[in-house]
């Protein structure tokens, strides 16, 4: 949707206010109206730029105007603006002068979706994880407080849903013993992460939602009882000893108060002047202050506001008129995930599955629709998330936790000491593994196999492909003394790589020679047979990567040279797992390092992941110039 200026052929971000905006310093003047204009137009090239991307549109729809409110009360960089989780930074960016680097939006060479340090000192957290702001905030306002820095403020934006984080409540718990902070926590409260936001949290603000009027109310009860002849001061005095109480009946936010920090709000979140005398009076407070905002995700765009599950929390290449995507390709790994657990907990009552705010992207909303009493959203707490299976699985049932790879390793403790060493019969479901892309770093699901691999009982699947992941799946939900955990990446799904046979338990994929063998993890079957056609070697598919099979020992014994290709990092990978239990193996896997945001393709190639490469050192390997295990 381009949209058009009144009275010339231009689109709007060319010729208004937009295209005057460098830095934070250009808002300083403005009128309101200027304002209001500047809002509609970040929108229009919010949806322009975004549907042709793709990225993370719903959430930066619906905080224009509080992005603009803080930084015209606040001087970034000195004062430190962090945002949690990062989805909502676009409209801090083009503040910030990078609106003309949205055409490379989340490409090669081009900006990150989330804060990024090399891009602008404006930028601090680049983690996307949720839950992490408040945590950030503390050590930075302690550090200014150590350090002298009197001048500087911090600013945290924290969403609804990342307050359902318990490191959140952490943090607020030592924020709040410090009464000298010069913080400001902002909550961004639309109901939602991304899906509506659960739980008692969830509860409270909505509560605190319908009492807009309260400070209101209280202003009025003050004129009018000092007013009072004779008896107005001390009957003043005594109602306001009564204040706490009142609040509590009345607007519940004791809560954030009896944790020391004083409350404002809530307020509207899409009006600028309020925004900006809220943020003023926080501001010259003189200690920790919670700003409670009511903002709309995916304001001013109807096909966001109409997709309820969602609100285009995050979108790819999408037609800007209709929201709807501009192509369509084949079903998704995690549509073929979702869908299969639907068929099993039709037959099994056992099953339970577990998302943590992320209903939608892990494939859990059919199942949820047939068996909502057996589905559930525990927010943004995938550490909860695990224990909490580990108690269903003691309890008779058996959880199935669906996780992006990359919010594991929030959990790794749980996964290693309540699940696995309790030998708790939970599946654990993790889509994007391996290179995701456009994400950039922290979505990289590279660090699964490694952190799987370490953790005694726990057995690890990779499925190459729909008919694997279903198959796989439903070994998996038998397992009922030990955890299972089955990884497969972002995109579409091939239906089916076919084996020549099954072998111990093995799937032989493509037979060659007795020189080379490939073992190929998972997703990487196609590569794997691309590359050992051009070289004619053997390729075969453990299916369950962990524990080895030693019937996988016993078959690549029997070949000269033995090459593994995964897609997680090499260092404790799978390579790393088989060398030591005693196979001489090659390794093609990701280097031990953060990998900047690049298409999945893309990322693979520079790493030498392709047909091409591989067969390459391959042919080295049977020349004997690679003559020892490298892993």
Not at 284 to 309: N, S
Request: aromatic share 6%; net charge negative.
């Amino acid at each position: 949707m381009a949209a058009s200026c009144s009275t010339c052929s231009a689109r709007l971000y060319d010729c208004y206010v937009i295209e005057r905006i460098n830095s934070p310093r250009d808002l300083v003047g403005l009128s309101n109206d200027q304002l209001n204009s500047l809002a509609a137009e970040i929108r229009a090239f919010l949806i322009e730029k975004v549907s042709k991307s793709g990225g993370h549109l719903g959430p930066n729809l619906g905080v224009v105007e509080l992005t603009i409110a803080l930084h015209r009360v606040f001087e970034s960089p000195n004062d430190v603006i962090l945002f949690d989780t990062g989805h909502q930074s676009y409209v801090h960016k083009i503040l910030t002068g990078r609106a003309k680097d949205f055409d490379k939006l989340r490409q090669r060479g081009g900006i990150s979706g989330y804060p990024s340090r090399k891009e602008s000192s404006h930028d601090v957290i680049e983690n996307s994880h949720a839950s992490t702001c408040l945590s950030w905030a503390d050590g930075i306002s302690k550090g200014f407080e150590l350090s002298g820095q009197k001048d500087r403020t911090v600013v945290a934006v924290v969403g609804d849903g990342a307050l359902t984080g318990g490191m959140s409540w952490e943090a607020l718990n030592n924020i709040a013993a410090d009464k000298d902070r010069q913080l400001v926590i902002v909550v961004n409260d639309n109901t939602r992460s991304y899906s509506p936001t659960i739980g008692g949290l969830a509860s409270h603000l909505s509560t605190l939602r319908l009492t807009k009027g309260y400070e209101k109310f209280l202003d009025f009860g003050k004129a009018v009882i000092k007013a009072t002849p004779v008896v107005g001061d001390p009957l003043y005095s005594a109602v306001h000893g009564m204040k706490k109480g009142i609040k509590d009946f009345i607007a519940p936010q004791g809560m954030f108060e009896d944790l020391g920090l004083k409350y404002y709000g809530p307020i509207d979140g899409h009006n600028i002047e309020e925004l900006e005398e809220a943020l003023k009076r926080a501001k010259g407070f003189g200690g920790p202050v919670i700003i409670h905002c009511i903002t709309e995700k995916g304001r001013g765009y109807q096909p966001a506001l109409e997709d309820e599950a969602e609100r285009f929390h995050a979108v790819g290449n999408i037609n800007p008129e209709t929201g709807m995507p501009v192509k369509s390709g084949g079903p998704s790994w995690t549509k073929v995930f979702g869908d299969e657990l639907v068929e099993i907990g039709k037959t099994n009552s056992k099953i339970v599955a577990i998302t943590a705010a992320m209903m939608g992207p892990t494939g859990l909303s059919k199942f949820q629709a047939n068996f909502p009493e057996r589905t559930i959203d525990v927010g943004i707490a995938e550490q909860h998330a695990l224990t909490s299976a580990a108690g269903l699985a003691f309890a008779g049932m058996h959880p199935v936790v669906a996780v992006y790879s990359t919010f594991l390793n929030r959990a790794f403790d749980q996964l290693l000491l309540d699940v696995a060493m309790h030998k708790a019969g939970v599946t654990i479901v993790l889509d994007r593994s391996g290179v995701t892309g456009d994400d950039g770093p922290s979505h990289h699901g590279i660090w699964d196999l490694a952190i799987g691999g370490i953790v005694p009982t726990l057995q690890m699947a990779a499925p190459r492909d729909a008919h694997s992941l279903r198959e796989e799946l439903r070994e998996a939900v038998a397992v009922n003394d030990a955890p299972t955990m089955i990884r497969f990446p972002k995109g579409e799904v091939i239906e089916s790589v076919p084996a020549i046979r099954r072998q111990d338990g093995l799937d032989i994929l493509l037979e060659g020679s007795n020189e080379l063998l490939i073992i190929s993890i998972g997703a990487m079957a196609k590569l794997a047979i691309d590359a050992a056609k051009l070289v004619g070697a053997t390729v075969v598919d453990p299916r369950w990567i962990k524990p080895v099979n030693p019937a996988l020992i016993s078959l690549a014994q029997k070949y000269q040279k033995v090459l593994v290709i995964e897609d997680g990092i090499k260092h404790g990978g799978i390579a790393s797992t088989l060398a030591e239990a005693g196979l001489t193996c090659e390794s093609i896997g990701i280097p031990l390092e953060f990998i900047d945001h690049s298409k999945r393709d893309e990322i693979l190639n520079d790493l030498g992941i392709n047909a091409q490469t591989i067969a390459a050192r391959m042919q080295h390997l049977v020349r004997g110039k690679i003559g020892r295990a490298h892993v």
